[in-house]
């Protein structure tokens, strides 16, 4: 009877270990501790053992049924457990006002030339691309920069191989342009140049430039004058004054270097100018060698070009006072903008 008692067991864990349903469950529990269970059977039968096996057999009875019992009533919390709904996290306020997700911005560089090409733009100038990779022709030759120009040397201009570069000045887009087209030409070309130069608060391997550069019949100093006039107004705001001084480009004749009153300290002199003035750009009427480089005809056209830093440009207007801000990606600066 000992090893009906463990082959009863067995079975019986056996059975509740598979447990799927309530049904199921119940039909187990009547099945062996009902009233006409199997357990109960087994008690009856008790008083028919001989009297002397009868203390063991209703001890390992007792144990059995405490042991079904107990796995029974595990079997019937798991299965409630199963069939609770599952939690589905906090509950939702729907009339709560939402939380914004963070939104990014352009990056001040970008913002600045946007606003620049605005500018151009509504004067009729229209936006050109030209390769950040560069043969010499594009960014010296053509541009009348003699053999012997310093910035022709190993370490003023990144050279790739032979006479490829990293183009040292967004100037590469005037020959390109004039390449294809035939004038009436308004273009501004912004972009990125390269320059080996050791990185300081104004220096950088890498910055941006915009180009610009009109070319048509008739096309004068005085041209120049005024449409650098109305961008400075427009961008550094109505009272900004413009001086032009004397200087030279091997592709302009004659070549200047443009500075603005200080929109800053309007022209009276701070730690961002100086004196008052701030140079923004270098400009100048288009030398005839570089419209022979382009198969133009220098005697019918002429034209006008000039070249500006947009980190020096944007670092003038924001007063930023290092270079290295715009390249760090730190939040705190950019999150300004
Ligand atoms: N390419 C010159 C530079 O990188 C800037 C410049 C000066 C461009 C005078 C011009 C210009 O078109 O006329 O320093």
């Known amino acids: 009877?000992?090893?009906?008692?463990?082959?009863?067991?067995?079975?019986?864990?056996?059975?509740?270990?598979?447990?799927?349903?309530?049904?199921?469950?119940?039909?187990?529990?009547?099945?062996?501790?009902?009233?006409?269970?199997?357990?109960?059977?087994?008690?009856?039968?008790?008083?028919?053992?001989?009297?002397?096996?009868?203390?063991?057999?209703?001890?390992?009875?007792?144990?059995?049924?405490?042991?079904?019992?107990?796995?029974?009533?595990?079997?019937?919390t798991a299965l409630l457990d199963m069939q609770r709904p599952k939690a589905v996290g906090p509950v939702q306020d729907v009339t709560l006002p939402g939380r914004r997700p963070p939104l990014g911005h352009k990056h001040p560089l970008i913002q600045t030339i946007e606003d620049i090409k605005d500018i151009f733009a509504d004067m009729g100038?229209?936006?050109?691309?030209?390769?950040?990779?560069?043969?010499?022709?594009?960014?010296?030759?053509?541009?009348?920069?003699?053999?012997?120009?310093?910035?022709?040397?190993?370490?003023?201009?990144?050279?790739?191989?032979?006479?490829?570069?990293?183009?040292?000045?967004?100037?590469?887009?005037?020959?390109?342009?004039?390449?294809?087209?035939?004038?009436?030409?308004?273009?501004?070309?912004?972009?990125?140049?390269?320059?080996?130069?050791?990185?300081?608060?104004t220096h950088s391997f890498m910055f941006h430039q915009i180009e610009g550069l009109m070319v048509e019949e008739g096309v004068t100093f005085g041209h120049l004058k005024g449409v650098l006039a109305l961008f400075a107004q427009a961008y550094f705001g109505p009272d900004t004054r413009m001086r032009f001084r004397p200087?030279?480009?091997?592709?302009?004749?004659?070549?200047?270097?443009?500075?603005?009153?200080?929109?800053?300290?309007?022209?009276k002199g701070c730690s961002t100018c100086g004196s008052?003035?701030?140079?923004?750009?270098?400009?100048?009427?288009?030398?005839?060698?570089?419209?022979?480089?382009?198969?133009?005809?220098a005697e019918k056209y002429t034209g006008f070009a000039f070249g500006m830093g947009v980190e020096r440009i944007a670092m003038l207007k924001y007063g930023i006072d290092d270079i290295r801000l715009f390249f760090e990606n730190d939040m705190r600066f950019l999150s300004q903008f």
Not at 11 to 27: H, K, M, Q, V
Not at 247 to 267: D, M, Q, R
Not at 277 to 295: C, R
Request: one cysteine or more.
């Open 1 to 76: 009877m000992k090893a009906e008692l463990q082959g009863i067991k067995a079975e019986a864990e056996d059975e509740l270990r598979r447990i799927g349903s309530p049904d199921e469950l119940e039909t187990l529990r009547v099945k062996y501790l009902g009233r006409k269970g199997i357990l109960s059977e087994l008690l009856a039968k008790i008083p028919s053992l001989p009297a002397e096996q009868r203390p063991e057999m209703g001890r390992l009875l007792n144990e059995l049924k405490k042991d079904i019992t107990s796995r029974y009533e595990g079997a019937k």
């Open 125 to 201: 100038f229209q936006v050109a691309f030209g390769p950040e990779v560069e043969l010499e022709f594009y960014n010296f030759e053509a541009l009348n920069i003699p053999l012997d120009h310093p910035s022709r040397d190993d370490f003023d201009t990144f050279y790739l191989k032979d006479d490829v570069l990293l183009r040292s000045q967004t100037s590469t887009v005037q020959i390109r342009i004039m390449e294809k087209q035939r004038p009436p030409i308004r273009i501004i070309a912004p972009g990125k140049v390269f320059r080996p130069d050791t990185v300081d608060a």
């Open 247 to 267: 200087s030279f480009f091997p592709f302009t004749e004659p070549s200047a270097e443009v500075e603005i009153s200080c929109s800053l300290c309007k022209g």
């Open 276 to 297: 008052g003035w701030m140079e923004i750009l270098g400009a100048g009427m288009v030398d005839p060698n570089v419209f022979k480089a382009v198969g133009y005809d």
